[in-house]
């Protein structure tokens, strides 16, 4: 009797441990999957810069789509319209950045160099950016009128080339449009390197000295 009691507990013991094994199996079948860490919306929108930044270089701006963006950044797709409303509203804030950052290398240029290089691949990327979202529809006559490249370079003309403030702005206005035609039609003209664009800003510092030292009437 002992001994058919004692194998009758080992049997119900082994159908107790088969019926768990599977409870087991599904909870790892149904373990959560591990999610992304979160970040705040500053470093968010900072890394959806960076990442489309990288992506629109020498690569045609429509081709690149958001998805493609957020992935690279490693930030949900759907935070875009959050933080920024469109894609050409990210593209925007990518601009406003590259400004940003041309307005320093302005202000650090050596005296009787030219203030931007226009020559410079990230140049051109980001007058190309320029003109594209002026052919979606996007207004931006605030980054070239009133904001502070416009406003650096006119300061610029004034202390180091000398120029009358009467004019300082409207001949900065001037250099900023060969700047752009040459980051936008360099290329047809076989200006395609610094040694073929330089040239023509010699001679527009030929004509900023004689600016400064024959002002018109």
Do not use: C
Not at 101 to 115: K, S
């Amino acid at each position: 009797m002992f001994i058919w009691a004692i194998l009758w507990e080992k049997a119900n013991l082994r159908t107790m441990a088969a019926k768990k094994t599977p409870a087991k199996a599904a909870a790892v079948k149904t373990a959560p999957t591990k999610r992304r860490s979160p970040i705040t919306r500053a470093e968010g929108e900072r890394r959806l810069i960076d990442a489309a930044t990288q992506l629109i270089q020498g690569r045609p701006i429509s081709e690149v789509g958001v998805r493609e963006i957020a992935v690279l950044a490693d930030v949900n797709a759907g935070f875009v319209h959050t933080w920024f409303g469109s894609k050409n509203d990210l593209l925007v804030a990518v601009l406003n950045q590259e400004i940003s950052q041309f307005v320093q290398i302005a202000m650090q240029a050596t005296p009787g160099t030219p203030a931007i290089n226009f020559a410079d691949p990230k140049i051109v990327s980001a007058i190309r950016l320029l003109l594209w979202l002026n052919l979606e529809g996007v207004q931006l006559h605030h980054l070239l009128e009133n904001q502070i490249f416009l406003d650096t370079l006119t300061a610029r003309y004034i202390d180091i080339e000398k120029l009358d403030p009467e004019i300082a702005r409207a001949t900065a206005i001037i250099g900023i449009a060969i700047g752009l035609a040459s980051g936008t039609f360099a290329p047809m003209l076989d200006m395609d390197s610094v040694d073929t664009v330089q040239p023509v800003m010699n001679l527009w510092r030929h004509i900023l000295s004689l600016l400064a030292k024959y002002p018109p009437q």
